[in-house]
């Protein structure tokens, strides 16, 4: 039976590492030096490592000599079946001197421990107190773990064994990244493309890959043909062409911003205007989110868990538990996934030493009232980088579709954190009285509306409305233009595509205000106003239209530069929750008692229609790319997927 040390041994001096964070690689590093950078958060938590030019980027958590300064990896699940009798691929090429610098999980007859420091593991095989027909794993595995035998792993450490030399593994250049990869590693740990090391292609892989070389060949040539003969009468045909004539097409030609519209990356809306599937939730499913046509995440205090499009289950990411919301960076790649107090989605920090084949999720023990939010990839899952908000229910935050980038208010009360890519670019300080409790963007990111103020939902009286610059390249420094000071809290901002004018929802008086904004972020004095209903509860700003949506029943419709009632829409009950799709051409709203549905309200022609009649929806929402959605009921756990 191997018990785990109770605490680390001595941490080598002369280690030096190589060090890969955020892309950027450098080093070597003395150890300390790095230990020192990791604690003041120079060196971030998803960064990799390496002792030599020649070796695969391991993650910081697989490192013996920097482990304890990172949250230590969940304990897998038991090795099913014989362990492998080769080492992991990232592993192969390694030197066993470096090997022993690496942590693993053990698994023998008592159950799964770890993970310990290969230089220990090295020392029980010797001793005779750990089999050398026991399982290890590099700590480093986050979803399934690749289970070796220990002796294999070290060679000529088992008691009364002889040494054996091994043969160095030769390595060979990522085809992306040019670093080294050893033999059968499928997806490069440098940058995360796949790759094919072992074994070759067959010789009818071959041949069906020169085939296919051929026919593209063709179908170029025949392509080339057939523009040459089709530029010649382009110029005939272009003063023929018909007028656009489709929503998108009508959307991207006319009204204010519709320039800033036509440079959105991926932000659509719905189209068929259908519900494409009704499905049935978990009782403890917290949100649920598109992340295309075909994949649908759903948060709970368990594991994020993937969806098909017709409910079946395609993956269960331990690496995010306790998620209670997610939301979407329209433009980009990523999600927002918020983590509540002591639900953080992520292994927790202290050690454990031993575990039986079934385990609960572990979760990071709370401190104080804080949000962790990770930026989730959509397409792979990975975290990508994560900020932590104090003191506060859930982190205010506004996204900029045209540039995929988001503010958050996290970390400190009064800043802002840039995110793009999925990782933080950088961090605005504001001048304010008090944290922001709304925030607004405009489509590219470049001017901000905020309002000051704790976030709660109670109306406070006496608090200012602020515009500042929000441009990534401006000074990391930011002060508020000007402030207007407000006799209430807005219950909704929204800033135009261009960032132009904004407007703020009243909701004690029952009035919408616009306020014009001048090149600079500079706030200028309340305009207009107009009088909506006497319970506003939400406001959406299209490219040239207004949709105030009242507790009551209904939605009134306004002209966004003079605020003149165009439309009421009567949908029989109240609305319970508004989404904006990405391009500003539509919006949803749930529908309460007693005609409940989707109400989808198309923002350019100016018409709604009621979709999923009698289904009790209390929450909607776009997907990434806009062009799916989902519509929540939490007392019923259904889901409604639209197209």
Request: charged residues 20%; aromatic residues 2%.
């Amino acid at each position: 039976m191997l018990h785990e040390p109770s605490r680390l041994g001595p941490v080598p001096s002369s280690v030096e590492l190589y060090v890969l964070d955020q892309g950027r690689s450098y080093g070597p590093l003395p150890l300390e030096k790095v230990r020192t950078a990791i604690s003041q958060g120079t060196i971030g938590q998803s960064a990799r490592f390496r002792v030599s030019e020649g070796h695969p980027w391991l993650p910081g958590a697989a490192w013996d000599v920097v482990a304890d300064l990172l949250p230590t990896p969940h304990l897998p699940d038991p090795p099913q079946g014989n362990p492998a009798p080769l080492p992991p691929g990232e592993v192969a090429g390694l030197p066993q001197q470096v090997r022993e610098l690496l942590r693993w999980f053990v698994a023998d007859g008592d159950g799964v421990m770890g993970p310990v420091g290969g230089d220990y593991l090295v020392k029980a095989l010797k001793e005779g107190r750990l089999a050398a027909t026991a399982a290890v794993a590099l700590a480093a595995r986050r979803v399934r773990a690749e289970w070796t035998i220990a002796a294999m792993v070290f060679p000529g450490a088992s008691a009364g064994a002889t040494t054996v030399r091994r043969r160095e593994v030769p390595l060979r250049p990522c085809a992306y990244c040019k670093e080294s990869l050893a033999p059968g590693v499928s997806i490069c740990a440098a940058c995360g493309e796949p790759t094919r090391t072992a074994p070759g292609p067959m010789l009818r892989e071959q041949v069906l890959a020169v085939a296919a070389a051929v026919a593209v060949t063709a179908c170029l040539c025949v392509g080339a043909l057939l523009v040459i003969r089709d530029s010649r009468t382009a110029a005939a045909t272009a003063a023929r062409a018909p007028e656009p004539s489709s929503s998108a097409q009508v959307l991207a030609a006319s009204g204010p911003g519709a320039e800033t519209v036509l440079a959105l990356q991926g932000a659509g809306h719905l189209t068929a205007l259908q519900v494409a599937a009704t499905l049935t939730l978990s009782p403890r499913a917290a949100d649920v989110l598109a992340l295309s046509e075909d994949r649908i995440a759903v948060a709970s205090p368990g594991p994020l868990e993937i969806l098909d499009a017709g409910g079946a289950r395609l993956l269960v990411s331990s690496e995010f538990t306790g998620v209670r919301s997610l939301v979407p960076v329209h433009g980009s790649e990523v999600v927002l996934a918020y983590a509540g107090p002591g639900l953080h989605g992520a292994p927790t920090r202290s050690r454990r030493t031993r575990a039986t084949p079934t385990r609960g999720a572990e979760t990071l023990p709370s401190r104080g009232d804080a949000v962790r939010v990770t930026a989730v990839d959509a397409r792979t899952l990975r975290g990508l980088s994560w900020m932590e908000a104090r003191g506060a229910s859930a982190p205010v935050l506004a996204v900029a579709p045209g540039r995929g980038v988001a503010l958050v208010a996290a970390g400190e009360p009064r800043t802002l954190l840039v995110l793009g890519g999925g990782r933080v670019t950088g961090a605005k300080h504001l001048a304010l009285d008090a944290p922001l409790a709304l925030l607004a963007l405009d489509d590219a990111g470049d001017v901000a509306l905020g309002v000051e103020g704790e976030a709660l939902r109670t109306v406070s009286p006496q608090t200012s409305l602020v515009a500042f610059s929000s441009t990534l390249e401006g000074d990391a420094s930011m002060r508020p233009t000007q402030r207007i000071l407000l006799s209430e809290r807005p219950a909704a901002i929204a800033l135009s595509g261009r960032g132009d004018f904004g407007l703020a929802l009243l909701a004690g008086r029952g009035e919408v205000v616009r306020l014009e904004l001048t090149p600079g972020a500079a706030l200028g004095p309340l305009g207009r106003h107009s009088r909506v209903c006497s319970d506003p509860a939400d406001m959406a700003l299209g490219m040239d239209v207004v949709l105030v949506a009242c507790r009551a029943g209904g939605a009134v419709l306004l002209a966004a530069d003079t605020l003149s009632p165009l439309k009421t829409l009567d949908f029989g009950g109240p609305v319970l929750d508004l989404a904006v799709a990405p391009d500003r051409a539509q919006v949803l709203l749930a529908i309460g008692a007693p005609a409940s549905g989707i109400a989808v309200v198309d923002l350019v022609q100016r018409g709604a229609i009621l979709l999923a009649p009698g289904e009790p929806i209390t929450k909607v929402r776009y997907g990434l790319n806009g062009r799916v959605a989902t519509a929540m009921s939490a007392r019923e756990h259904r889901l409604v997927v639209l197209r």
